[in-house]
């Protein structure tokens, strides 16, 4: 009879031990924290990242749009001939500005609007890098609605500078939304002190 009284005791004994550990469990919230933390923490870094890409891409777009503004700047300005290696120079100038670790290149053209053939006439058109210049034809087919209105025999000269982008969270490495993508740029700009910006070549550049 004593056995079955101390075993009874034990077990009764055994059974609130249980219910005060499974009690005492559910109430603990010691390393909430940490495990909180293992959550939340790749969706912060993933967050952080993708901001810090688009901000930088932002910010890499906005530096190519000024330096191709400072281009046009200086070749509306000029009052000598253009050739190559000033053109080489705009492309060394325009890689200066942006800090691009990727290949760049730019395309100069003066164009003037001849009312009687409805048209904006390419006078010159000259690239870098192997680049091919622009033809009246191929000018007017493919961005002639983005040419501002002109006055007949006006000229005017559009710059544009491409490069090419590669975000430092790229898709490629951190599988971020955020592919590589060219920034093209083409800005027309009217002349500054000359009616005409002449290339070296082309001697009649003024009788358009």
Same mark, same amino acid.
Not at 73 to 99: A, C, E, H, Q, W
């Given at each position: 009879?004593?056995?079955?009284?101390?075993?009874?005791?034990?077990? /009764?004994?055994?059974?609130?031990?249980?219910?005060?550990?499974? %009690?005492?469990?559910?109430?603990?919230?010691?390393?909430?924290?940490?495990?909180?933390?293992?959550?939340?923490?790749?969706?912060?870094? !993933?967050? =952080?990242?993708?901001?810090?890409?688009?901000?930088?891409?932002?910010?890499?777009?906005?530096?190519?749009?000024?330096?191709?503004?400072?281009?046009?700047?200086?070749?509306?300005?000029?009052?000598?001939?253009?050739?190559?290696?000033?053109?080489?120079?705009?492309?060394?100038? =325009?890689?200066?500005?942006?800090?691009?670790?990727?290949?760049? !290149?730019? #395309?100069?053209?003066?164009?003037? !609007?001849?009312?009687?053939?409805? %048209?904006?006439?390419?006078? !010159?058109?000259?690239?870098?890098?192997? %680049?091919?210049?622009? /033809?009246?034809?191929?000018?007017?087919?493919? #961005?002639?609605?983005?040419?501002?209105?002109?006055?007949?025999?006006?000229?005017?000269?559009?710059?544009?500078?491409?490069? =090419?982008?590669?975000?430092?969270?790229?898709?490629? %490495?951190?599988?971020?939304?955020?592919?590589?993508?060219?920034?093209?740029?083409?800005?027309?700009?009217?002349? #500054?002190?000359?009616?005409?910006?002449?290339?070296?070549?082309?001697?009649?550049?003024?009788?358009?």
């Amino acid at each position: 009879m004593q056995i079955l009284e101390t075993l009874k005791f034990h077990c /009764t004994q055994f059974g609130a031990d249980c219910r005060d550990q499974i %009690r005492k469990f559910a109430h603990d919230t010691s390393g909430t924290i940490t495990v909180e933390a293992v959550l939340i923490l790749p969706i912060l870094i !993933w967050a =952080y990242a993708g901001m810090f890409s688009f901000f930088n891409a932002y910010r890499a777009q906005n530096v190519n749009l000024r330096a191709a503004y400072t281009l046009s700047d200086l070749v509306t300005r000029k009052v000598d001939p253009m050739n190559v290696s000033y053109l080489n120079g705009l492309n060394t100038i =325009y890689d200066f500005l942006i800090s691009a670790p990727h290949p760049t !290149w730019i #395309r100069v053209t003066e164009i003037s !609007w001849s009312a009687d053939e409805d %048209r904006f006439n390419v006078i !010159w058109s000259q690239a870098t890098k192997g %680049r091919t210049g622009w /033809t009246t034809a191929s000018l007017n087919d493919e #961005r002639g609605d983005e040419l501002p209105i002109l006055a007949d025999k006006t000229h005017a000269i559009i710059v544009e500078a491409s490069t =090419y982008y590669t975000p430092f969270f790229s898709s490629s %490495r951190f599988n971020m939304l955020m592919d590589p993508v060219n920034f093209d740029n083409f800005i027309v700009t009217s002349l #500054r002190t000359v009616p005409a910006v002449c290339w070296i070549d082309d001697v009649n550049c003024h009788d358009f």
